[in-house]
């Protein structure tokens, strides 16, 4: 028997001003010379506020919580446009999300003069037994660090084999501390699954980095929105209307009001 999808609620998308992933996603199409197929084909129409199909669409459920604490994404040449990226999940919960395309031969000097503005201690994240032990850093500054200056999170969102051709290749992050996660639990990333255990996708990296910078509520709303996304995402590909009422939606309700 073939359920029939419930309607979502309206997407809100066009009334926020679009985020550094949504207009980096479009410079990106824009350089492109053929439409870019997401993995299994075309599939019709996507929201363009949230790139789920539109009876699932999560545009109606998405947050923002204020942080001190900024995100500087370095993105893979295609990250931007696929369906299942995390990063999108970030600059829609964290207002102070950057992203820039990554390549080997040059830089965009957006990206540098971020990284120069003295507001920002950047920190590199990456684990640190890939790195020089005098710059790995298991700890940020807090808030009222003398400097006064504010963490911003440096994650080279990519496969694992291009992060690490991305650190290598990026010169001129070799001045900042690189931040080694040390989390206890696992991942719960279900859409492209690592085949190390403790390899996280993007969104759950962003959320420990915020939980270590004093942000609690701004990472457990991430946390919570990422399962949301993950079950959105998957009752779409079964043709299964999502759970409004389930527990993924109960944990992102509860999250954003311990605010």
Same mark, same amino acid.
């Given at each position: 028997m073939t359920t029939t999808p419930v309607p979502a609620p309206a997407p809100q998308a066009s009334a926020r001003v679009p985020h550094a992933v949504s207009r980096l996603r479009a410079e990106r199409l824009a350089r492109s010379a053929k439409p870019f197929l997401a993995r299994g084909g075309p599939k019709g129409e996507r929201c363009a506020g949230c790139r789920l199909v539109p009876s699932h669409c999560l545009c109606a459920l998405r947050p923002e919580v204020p942080t001190r604490a900024g995100m500087c994404l370095l993105m893979a040449d295609t990250e931007p446009l696929k369906p299942s990226n995390t990063g999108w999940l970030i600059a829609d919960v964290v207002a102070d999300t950057y992203a820039f395309g990554w390549a080997r031969t040059e830089v965009?000097?957006?990206?540098? *003069?971020?990284? =120069? +503005?003295?507001q920002w201690q950047p920190y590199v994240v990456f684990p640190? /037994?890939?790195? *020089?032990? /005098?710059?790995?850093v298991t700890q940020v500054a807090p808030e009222g660090a003398p400097d006064g200056k504010r963490p911003l999170f440096i994650l080279l969102d990519a496969t694992w084999p291009e992060a690490r051709k991305m650190f290598r290749k990026s010169p001129y992050l070799d001045r900042f501390p690189v931040l080694s996660? $040390?989390? /206890? #639990?696992i991942s719960r990333y279900r859409l492209r699954r690592s085949r190390r255990e403790d390899h996280f996708c993007t969104a759950e990296v962003a959320a420990l980095c915020l /939980?270590?910078?004093?942000?609690e509520q701004a990472a #457990?709303?991430? +946390? =919570?929105?990422? +399962?949301?996304?993950?079950?959105?995402y998957l009752q779409s590909?079964? $043709?299964l209307p999502p759970d409004v009422n389930g527990s993924a939606h109960a944990q992102l309700r509860a999250a954003l009001a311990r605010g």
């Amino acid at each position: 028997m073939t359920t029939t999808p419930v309607p979502a609620p309206a997407p809100q998308a066009s009334a926020r001003v679009p985020h550094a992933v949504s207009r980096l996603r479009a410079e990106r199409l824009a350089r492109s010379a053929k439409p870019f197929l997401a993995r299994g084909g075309p599939k019709g129409e996507r929201c363009a506020g949230c790139r789920l199909v539109p009876s699932h669409c999560l545009c109606a459920l998405r947050p923002e919580v204020p942080t001190r604490a900024g995100m500087c994404l370095l993105m893979a040449d295609t990250e931007p446009l696929k369906p299942s990226n995390t990063g999108w999940l970030i600059a829609d919960v964290v207002a102070d999300t950057y992203a820039f395309g990554w390549a080997r031969t040059e830089v965009q000097p957006g990206l540098l *003069a971020l990284l =120069a +503005d003295p507001q920002w201690q950047p920190y590199v994240v990456f684990p640190g /037994e890939f790195v *020089a032990p /005098e710059r790995v850093v298991t700890q940020v500054a807090p808030e009222g660090a003398p400097d006064g200056k504010r963490p911003l999170f440096i994650l080279l969102d990519a496969t694992w084999p291009e992060a690490r051709k991305m650190f290598r290749k990026s010169p001129y992050l070799d001045r900042f501390p690189v931040l080694s996660l $040390q989390p /206890e #639990q696992i991942s719960r990333y279900r859409l492209r699954r690592s085949r190390r255990e403790d390899h996280f996708c993007t969104a759950e990296v962003a959320a420990l980095c915020l /939980e270590l910078a004093g942000e609690e509520q701004a990472a #457990q709303v991430l +946390d =919570a929105y990422l +399962d949301v996304f993950t079950h959105h995402y998957l009752q779409s590909k079964h $043709q299964l209307p999502p759970d409004v009422n389930g527990s993924a939606h109960a944990q992102l309700r509860a999250a954003l009001a311990r605010g």
